[in-house]
Each structure stands twice: as C-alpha cells, then as structure tokens.
C-alpha cells in the first residue's frame, strides 16, 4: 500500500514538472517555440529535472509524514525549492556543454513548479486517504500490538485500525469492514475464525511482516530459527557487492580529496584546543569479529575515557571540548572514517560497527544480537538514519532491529535511499 502510494504521488510530480516545462516555454517564446527550441531545452532541462528529483527524495517529501504539504513543514519546502532554484543556476552557468543559459525561464520553471507541486501535494493526499485505506484488525500479546497501532495511527501510512484485542474467538467482533488481520504468532486462531477470514477474502499478516513492511524494522522477539533459515541463509549477489565496494571506495577518495585541505585546519583546531592528540582512536567489531582500529578526529578531552568505554551522554556531554561540539555538529570528526574504508574495516552502508566493550553486554541481552557482524558493517547504516544514537540497552535492541531489516534486504536500491537520506541528515542537520 505504501508503495503504491510513494509510485502514484511521484508520478504525479514527474507530470507536474512536464507541465510546468511546457507552461515555461510558452511564456518565454510564446508562438515563436519551434523544433530547435524544444530539442535545445529539452534535453538540459531533463537533466536538471533527475537531480531535483534527488534533492525532494533527499528533503523527505518521498517519506509518508511529507507527502501532504502542511504549515509546519513549509519552510522545509521552501528551502527545498531554493536549493532546486540555486542548482538549476549552477547547472546552466557551471556547464558549458549546453548551449543555452536561462535566467527568467529558470525562475519561471522553478515558480510554476512549486505551485503546481503544492497542488497537486495537497489533492493527491486527500484522494489517497479517502479511497486508500486498509482497514486493519491487529490481534496479539500487546507488547507487540502497542507500538504497531502507533505507528499505524498515521493516516499517510493507509491503515485505519478497526479493531485491536489479544484474542478472537469470536468472528462476529471483527467490523464488516476489515480488510487485514494483522496477529501476533503466539496467538492462536480457531479453524472457524481462519475459514471465515478466508471466504471473506481478509489477509492475514503474521505481525513480524507486517512491522518490517510499515515500520521497516525486524523485531527480534518475532524470530526464531525456521525465519533465521529462510531470511539469512541465502548467498548475497556478486555483482551487489562488486556495486557496494566501488560505491565505498569512490565515495572515501572523493571525501579525502574534496576535504584535505580542511582536516589540515581541524588538525590545528584540535591541537590549538588542548595541544592532545589529533585523532581518537578505538576498537571496533567488524564483520564476522574481527576487531579493527576506527578512525575520527578527537572531540572530547584527553583521556574522556580513562575509567572505561561510556555510552554517548544526552545534552551537553562535560567530556566533549568547545571545538569537538563544531566537529560534532558539522560531522566533521567522521572524516577519517574514510581511511577505514580505503582499508575494508567498513564499507559506505552497513550496520555501524560497535565497540567491543559494549558487543559482549549487547549480545547477553539481545536475542540473535551477533547476527550483525554476518556482514561488513558501515560508515552510516539504515538504523542511523532511523534511529540515530542508542544511549541504553533498550536504544540498542530497536536499532538492532533496523539492521535486521537491513541484513535481510540489502540490495543497491536501498544502499542509495541511504546515502541520499545520509546527506540530507548532514545538511540540514535533521535529528
């Protein structure tokens, strides 16, 4: 269902943006539009159209709670829309390979597409909650039922939840409008309520799916190992991980070029600082156990750690200095992570590598916790983008859960959703 959401609304902004070509080039040559015109626009302009298609899906308006423009994300939008207007400059008088320089067509282009955006945003959103809704029954132990009719409280998601009860003996409960049974495997379902579910055509949807379909997360209390089998057991494609090294290595080479210069000054800046050392060095546990030695430039006093590795501190930590919050803010301190890559500890996506002092606390409290080291783990990661930092033990199982999802889906498609969505986390310093 989200899925076919996501496809109907990007297509209507793909159309959208053909309109408001069309409407452009008639204000700005009217009856005098002809074949060179056309052909000399065109094909600049569909390149610039595939590189704002990045920037939205980089501003979230992909993402379910962005799809319906609102007030309070106005001025995500408008800074979305700028940063496509100041693009589309570069893109004209940065590239001589066109032979065209459009300056009021360009704003025109960038005008008329916003409105129609907003437009069509904001009836495509209304149509899709009123014809696209699942009407959903979720039966099951609550600990796992709670957290699901939460997130499917958000009516972007297309579920509406009808009905919600550890148990069904009785089918005469269910609304007659109930379209899915989404249940917990340790309930158990009547051969009365299972004949009925199917002659009147419900699905029924084992409630760890239905938690890595919506929420894109695996809960570990929802595995066992007949799933572990079917899930993990099968060999990753060559070519995919021919993709995500080359990926990882262009990428690392291109950071340590573009910012050698400016790790020269943070070098400065940290010496300047306390007159410590420049880079912080510590273990971490890479694929199949292996410990390797993690890069990064140091943000907190020297010797922030002699009493023993600490989790990360919420608010102002005491232990990080004036100029590691900047790093720390700008990201800047993960830079020499790009040495890492160069040397295979991690690659560009993966689950983020942890520190051996809290791998032997994590995999005694969280079921299938070493199943994260099955591959090679990442400078960012699908539960970093998810999630962010885990503070507590709890903060590390829902994390877990996302690499879950990660391991078991991996492919070149997601890898890009990542980094994408990892620079738009960098650049507007999104939490």
């Known amino acids: 269902m989200n899925t076919i959401r996501k496809t109907i609304i990007a297509s209507g902004d793909i159309i959208m943006v053909i309109v408001s070509f069309c409407i452009t080039l008639f204000i700005g040559f009217g009856k005098n539009i002809s074949n060179e015109i056309l052909t000399d626009h065109l094909i600049p ?3 610039l159209y595939v590189i704002w298609f990045i920037v939205l899906f980089i501003f979230d308006f992909y993402e379910p709670e962005q799809m319906r423009p609102r007030l309070n994300n106005i001025t995500r939008l408008g800074f979305a829309f700028a940063t496509l207007l100041v693009i589309g400059i570069i893109f004209f008088y940065a590239t001589p390979i066109f032979d065209i320089t459009p300056k009021t067509n360009l704003f025109i282009n960038v005008a008329i597409f916003s409105v129609l955006f907003l437009i069509w945003r904001r009836f495509a959103s209304a149509l899709l909650a009123s014809s ?3 009407y959903a029954a979720i039966i099951g132990n609550e600990k796992y039922t709670d957290a699901l009719s939460k997130i499917l409280g958000d009516k972007n998601l297309g579920h509406k939840i009808v009905f919600q009860s550890e148990i069904l003996t009785d089918v005469s409960l269910l609304p007659k409008k109930t379209d899915v049974v989404i249940i917990d495997t340790s309930s158990q379902l009547s051969d009365e309520v299972l004949a009925f579910l199917y002659n009147n055509n419900i699905e029924v949807i ?3 799916n239905a938690y890595e379909n919506i929420a894109q997360r695996i809960p570990v209390e929802t595995m066992n190992n007949l799933w572990l089998v079917h899930n ?3 060999k990753r494609s060559v070519v995919y991980h021919l993709f995500q090294r080359l990926i990882s290595v262009c990428f690392a080479a291109v950071i340590i070029l573009v910012f050698s210069p400016i790790m020269f000054f943070i070098a400065m800046g940290i010496k300047l600082q306390d007159g410590g050392p420049i880079f912080f060095n510590h273990e971490r546990i ?3 156990k292996k410990v390797f030695t993690l890069f990064k430039f140091r943000s907190m006093i020297e010797n922030a750690e002699k009493n023993g590795a600490e989790w990360m501190q919420s608010g102002n930590d005491s232990r990080v200095t004036s100029f590691g ?3 720390r803010a700008s ?5 020499p992570q790009m040495f890492n890559i160069l040397r295979g500890d991690i690659n560009l996506v993966g689950p983020r590598p942890e520190r051996p002092e809290f791998v032997e606390k994590l995999e005694n409290q969280i ?3 070493n199943l994260r080291h099955m591959i090679t783990p990442g400078f960012t990661g699908w539960a970093q983008i998810k999630f962010r930092y885990a503070r507590t033990i709890m903060d590390s199982k829902e994390k877990f859960e996302y690499d879950l999802y990660y391991i078991k889906n991996a492919n070149a498609i997601l890898d890009i959703g990542i980094i994408l969505k990892t620079i738009q986390i960098v650049v507007t310093h999104a939490e």
Not at 331 to 335: A, K, Q, R, T
């Open 325 to 327: 919050k900047f790093l």
């Open 232 to 234: 993990l057991s099968a």
């Open 132 to 134: 696209m809704v699942r």
């Open 286 to 288: 890479g694929k199949n």
């Open 367 to 369: 079921p299938h916790y």
């Open 45 to 47: 302009f569909a390149a």
């Open 331 to 335: 990201h800047m301190d993960e830079i």
């Open 206 to 208: 084992d409630i760890g």
